[in-house]
């Protein structure tokens, strides 16, 4: 675990015209990586841009859903996104909730920590077939691949060591990052005592039923946070960030960050709410104590020191849970000046 984590940025989800301009940006600024999110855009096609816009900055999905996609279709991709970014990408992949991927994307749902292990294992079957020219060979209960024709492979390529980091709430995708990814991508719903007490002793368990080191595994998270440089604008942004909350921490799967904390009431009044479609409702059930312990909140330069202190020795990586737009390139400026001691 690094003493301090780098500061990474996300990337805004509007608009595909401006990603390569934003990217270009996020790395004038200082940024150590770019996140983009499978929200209204296809993740991959931002990291893209990203790419001939840049040529320093990490590139990430952060994250990609793993299971609409079959692991031939995601591995060439990242394939082609490692090869042209220059070794700059890292494959970050996500389960997502049942509803989302029967009733969004029309796919089965099969248990899904089990599902996407063997999704990783037949990813880099594919990658090792095109690096090494051997055999496709992947008999899985969830994937058979035995097919890899010349005319399908593209061949290798000078970065074929591809990081990848799997998303996760709960103790068991927490192992299975420690057991088989090279990072973890915390939710940006947590809180430092839920990273310590279940993300951090659950990847250590994966990683020491596979023999591998703490350093393995890379931890990265975005962080709410509420910057602004009046009242006015830390309350907005405060508020904002309390609705947020409110919709993660209805969803059950989040619930574990809640019973760290001993709120599960805060949690069944927000899934009554939620059931009843009361969405307007809910944020006014986040109390301050839930705020106090998710959000960052400062003016811009007491954000990026808050995110130094809070996270040092806890995470690898971090980001604002902020999308990055030109527009606000002098406040992130002073955000990472402030995180970088200055």
Not at 96 to 106: D, L, N, S, T
Not at 161 to 175: D, F, K, M, S, T
Not at 207 to 212: C, F, K, S, T
Not at 301 to 313: K, M, P, T
Request: net charge positive; charged share 20%.
């Amino acid at each position: 675990m690094a003493a301090e984590p780098a500061l990474d940025a996300v990337l805004a989800m509007d608009d595909l015209h401006e990603a390569g301009a934003a990217a270009r940006a996020a790395e004038d600024v200082g940024f150590a990586a770019l996140w983009t999110n499978e929200t209204k855009h296809d993740p991959f096609i931002k990291v893209a841009l990203a790419a001939g816009a840049t040529s320093r900055l990490l590139l990430a999905t952060g994250v990609a859903i793993a299971f609409p996609r079959s692991p031939t279709v995601t591995a060439q991709l990242a394939w082609d996104l490692a090869a042209l970014s220059g070794g700059r990408f890292i494959l970050g992949l996500g389960t997502q909730v049942k509803a989302h991927i029967e009733r969004r994307f029309g796919v089965a749902w099969d248990p899904p920590v089990a599902k996407l292990g063997e999704y990783l294992t037949a990813v880099r079957a594919v990658w090792r077939s095109w690096q090494e020219d051997v055999p496709l060979r992947v008999e899985g209960r969830y994937y058979r691949l035995s097919l890899m024709t010349p005319f399908f492979n593209p061949g290798p390529i000078a970065h074929p060591e591809i990081p990848v980091y799997i998303a996760g709430v709960n103790p068991l995708l927490c192992r299975l990052a420690g057991e088989a990814a090279q990072g973890f991508c915390v939710h940006p719903f947590h809180t430092v005592p839920y990273l310590t007490s279940v993300v951090v002793p659950n990847i250590t368990r994966g990683l020491e039923a596979r023999g591998r080191p703490r350093t393995a595994v890379r931890l990265y998270a975005p962080v709410f946070v509420a910057a602004g440089d009046t009242p006015e604008e830390r309350r907005a942004e405060t508020e904002r960030a309390r609705a947020q909350i409110a919709f993660y921490a209805s969803t059950p799967s989040y619930q574990i960050v809640l019973r760290t904390h001993g709120w599960d009431d805060v949690g069944g009044r927000l899934q009554r709410l939620a059931a009843q479609r009361l969405w307007t409702e809910m944020a006014a059930q986040v109390p301050e104590a839930v705020i106090e312990a998710v959000v960052v909140r400062g003016s811009w330069e007491d954000v990026g020191r808050q995110l130094r202190s809070r996270y040092a020795g806890v995470l690898d990586r971090v980001a604002c849970y902020r999308p990055f737009k030109t527009a606000e390139t002098p406040k992130w400026e002073r955000l990472v000046r402030a995180f970088r001691g200055g």
